[in-house]
């Protein structure tokens, strides 16, 4: 299984409003960046697709080390939130219903698919690559050509 490093960061401007994400894949023979914007969205909703879609276009399964500053999805993983979210019917802690459900089932293929292990890093503190997928994300927001977030828009 070959091992790869996926750098990932979400951005939004409003919140909701345009947003966009940014990612960088490291394998050991290339680097690749990705990014993507649309058109009404949130920046859980860009964390959580900065993460899916650079990972749902590799067709073999991989040994995944993904680096986001997103709290938000390293804690779902790592702390055991997902688990517990599917456990009570998509219920958060509080009893309230768990938003992005859309974005957490494709997430919960890839969990299936690849081996992961998450890290956090707090952005905007000079880590090189988590700088860089700020800039594509970022940079994609403002972009011309934002897509549309179907699971948002549909909510």
């Not at 500053?69 to 219920?91: E, R, T």
Request: aromatic content about 10%.
């Amino acid at each position: 299984m070959q091992k790869v490093t996926l750098y990932s960061d979400g951005a939004c401007s409003g919140n909701p409003g345009p947003g966009g994400y940014g990612a960088i894949f490291i394998f050991p023979d290339k680097k690749i960046k990705v990014s993507k914007g649309y058109k009404n969205t949130t920046n859980n909703r860009m964390e959580l697709l900065s993460i899916i879609e650079p990972l749902e276009a590799l067709e073999q399964q991989h040994e995944i080390f993904a680096i986001t500053d997103s709290k938000y999805i390293v804690n779902a993983i790592n702390q055991g939130w997902l688990q517990s979210w599917i456990k009570k019917g998509w219920k958060t802690a509080g009893n309230k219903t768990v938003k992005n459900q859309d974005l957490w089932n494709r997430m919960i293929h890839l969990l299936n698919k690849h081996t992961f292990t998450f890290k956090w890093v707090k952005g905007h503190d000079e880590d090189e690559h988590n700088e860089q997928c700020d800039v594509l994300a970022v940079k994609a927001r403002q972009s011309d050509n934002l897509h549309v977030d179907e699971g948002y828009d549909n909510v």
